[in-house]
Nanobody, 125 residues
Framework: QVRLVESGGGLVLAGGSLRLSCAAS????????MAWFRQAPGKEREIVAA????????YYADSVKGRFTISRDNAKNAVYLQMTSLKPEDTAVYYC??????????????????WGQGTQVTVSL
């Protein structure tokens, strides 16, 4: 079953912004390190951002650093990815993922136990 549900994807022009949301089903997200991955057609799924359970540690892929911001709202049991200055190369299906790691964060896809179904982000010129 899908334990995480992404929303907020869509079609935007280059330079535009989107905020992706990740909502939990049967999970309390405050107990998990969280990450956003993306997968473009014909490409391997790659991590774009991650945030530790405490929020103290944050990772961004070089390709999105300075443009994307990952955050979490425990009151809403949600995780967000604010994307600005979007580029066509950001076009992909974006996935939310949860890692049971208590401290720190991990970057490998294999470390994440729960996933959403993905939300499509398309950036056009």
């Amino acid at each position: 079953q899908v334990r995480l549900v992404e929303s907020g994807g869509g079609l935007v022009l280059a330079g535009g912004s989107l905020r992706l949301s990740c909502a939990a089903s049967e999970l309390t997200l405050r107990n998990y390190a969280m990450a956003w991955f993306r997968q473009a057609p014909g490409k391997e799924r790659e991590i774009v951002a991650a945030i530790s359970r405490s929020g103290a540690d944050i990772y961004y892929a070089d390709s999105v650093k300075g443009r994307f911001t990952i955050s979490r709202d425990n009151a809403k049991n949600a995780v967000y990815l604010q994307m600005t200055s979007l580029k066509p190369e950001d076009t992909a299906v974006y996935y939310c993922a949860a890692d049971r790691r208590i401290v720190g964060l991990r970057l490998g896809r294999q470390n994440y136990d729960y996933w959403g179904q993905g939300t499509q982000v398309t950036v056009s010129l």
